[in-house]
């Protein structure tokens, strides 16, 4: 039987000492682990003066985690640099933040050609390897470089972008070429695989069989498929009913006093659609004044990639926003926005969601969007909140009974507020039976499985096919 080879960024270790991957996705990855053995293999997180490419191995239960140190350049050029200040941006269709700077991409290919120096003699003849993200674009032919003929398949968790977008960064082409050296590419949506397609066949003259979903490029062909993340939906539910999660909903009922609760909860950063969200939330209570204390907004955002400028830029933009708000509404008796910069254990989150009356989910660009997934998982059937979800995050597509608007629009935002509110008992169930199924359906084990059944069915790659 074939082991499994996860790679990602950072690992999750099966007793919790790394600190990197958490939630759904290490749950899924871990499990997958547990069931085929084998590695997870990923940066530690930590620095060193020197690159050694020493793997620390530590075995646990059902699978062993391999992680390396990287240098400060490193971490400089190919994390914050090319991964979060060039390809992030670019990804989720921001090119006014993307930078694009030749050391940046030196330090993203030397990286990968590191983590691949480091993995490829973990990996023996029958595994099956699977690469997580943007940030190891090119991992699978630094592999093939380097004599691995195993299957390799690769999921993007972020979106795919337009090709005239793609377009503008330099070396575009190149990076896209070395997706050929996978067997298997996964997308979130059908929209970030069709772009995926335009730029290989527009901008590369590749040649795209649909009926197979396999994209032809200089020799070699890629199998393409479209896989939407789940969560663990059983586990969520269950963690929504435990004690952490009970006494987190009697405090903010408490401290609702009787008031409907909006709900956000986002890692801080500019695709969340933050400022955008809290101008749709004011102009509710410009709108609709009769409503105004009614309601107010619990905004949870943990800061995240503090050493890059465009998120210390969101950070105080949206401190100078929520202030501003609350200073020209606020009475004595109420505050329209609690805004809190730090993260939640996750059944405490489940509380939350299931205590507030709307979950407000506006990202102006999502791969998937797991928060919007968890909110419905986490609310009462008998009496469930109201899920207002951006178009533009990839989870709409499958969530299509959530009031979906948007996030751009400042009246989108405040209309649906207000259908939320005045929306009946029976809608309500009837719109989140119809995503609680689904959630429960296509759960995180069901995108592994998916994933992983597909990556089996890839024909074994041939020496020659590969041998770039
Ligand atoms: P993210 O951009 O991180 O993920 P998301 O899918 O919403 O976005 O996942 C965030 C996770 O972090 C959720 O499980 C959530 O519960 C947790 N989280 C958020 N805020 C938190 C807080 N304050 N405290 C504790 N936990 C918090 C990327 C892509 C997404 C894609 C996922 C998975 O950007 O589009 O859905 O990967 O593929």
């Given at each position: 039987m074939s082991r499994l080879i996860v790679i990602s960024n950072r690992v999750s270790a099966p007793d919790g000492s790394h600190s990197g991957a958490q939630g759904g996705l290490a749950v899924a990855l871990a499990s997958a682990l547990r069931e085929m053995g084998g590695i997870w293999f990923g940066w530690s997180g930590e620095q060193t003066d020197q690159f050694t490419g020493q793997v620390n191995l530590q075995r646990g239960d059902g699978y062993t985690t391999a992680t390396v140190d990287l240098e400060e350049q490193d971490v400089d050029e190919y994390y914050n640099g090319y991964a979060n200040r060039t390809l992030w941006p670019l990804f989720h269709y921001r090119i006014d933040l993307a930078e694009y700077e030749r050391g940046f991409a030196g330090g993203y290919q030397r990286v990968n050609e590191r983590f691949a120096d480091t993995v490829r003699p973990l990996i023996e003849a029958e595994d099956s390897v699977w690469i997580q993200d943007y940030h190891m674009i090119p991992l699978g032919h630094e592999l093939r470089k380097r004599g691995c003929q195993n299957r390799i398949g690769f999921f993007l968790h972020t979106p795919w972008p337009p090709r005239r977008l793609l377009?503008?960064?330099?070396?575009a082409r190149e990076l896209v070429e070395t997706l050929f050296a996978y067997d298997l590419i996964g997308f979130h949506t059908a929209e970030w695989l069709e772009s995926f397609c335009d730029f290989a066949r527009l901008e590369m003259g590749a040649d795209i069989d649909e009926e197979e979903g396999v994209v032809r490029f200089g020799g070699r062909s890629v199998r393409v498929i479209v896989c939407p993340i789940g969560i663990d939906a059983a586990e969520f539910r269950e963690m929504a009913d435990n004690d952490a999660a009970r006494d987190t909903y009697e405090q903010m009922r408490r401290s609702s006093v009787g008031r409907a609760m909006i709900v956000g909860v986002d890692r801080l950063d500019y695709s969340k659609g933050l400022e955008e969200r809290f101008a749709g939330y004011e102009r509710f209570l410009l709108e609709h004044p009769e409503e105004r204390k009614e309601v107010f907004l619990l905004q949870i955002a943990p800061p995240s990639r503090g050493t890059v400028e465009s998120y210390q830029r969101i950070r105080n933009a949206l401190e100078g926003v929520s202030g501003r708000i609350n200073g020209a509404h606020a009475d004595l008796d109420w505050v329209p926005i609690r805004y809190v910069n730090q993260g939640y254990p996750r059944d405490v989150l489940a509380g939350v969601y299931r205590a507030s009356r709307i979950g407000l989910v506006t990202p102006l660009r999502d791969g998937m969007n797991l928060v919007a997934k968890e909110y419905v998982a986490a609310q009462d059937p008998e009496d469930p909140g109201v899920l207002i979800l951006s178009r533009f995050a990839g989870a709409a597509v499958q969530m299509e009974s959530a009031l979906l608007v948007n996030p751009y629009s400042a009246e989108e935002i405040s209309d649906a507020i207000l259908r939320a509110l005045q929306m009946p008992k029976a809608e309500r169930i009837a719109r989140w039976r119809a995503m609680a199924e689904d959630i429960e359906k296509h759960d995180v084990l069901w995108w592994r499985a998916r994933f992983i059944d597909a990556l089996m069915a890839a024909p074994l790659p041939g020496g020659a096919a590969h041998a770039a």
């Open positions: 377009a503008t960064l330099p070396e």
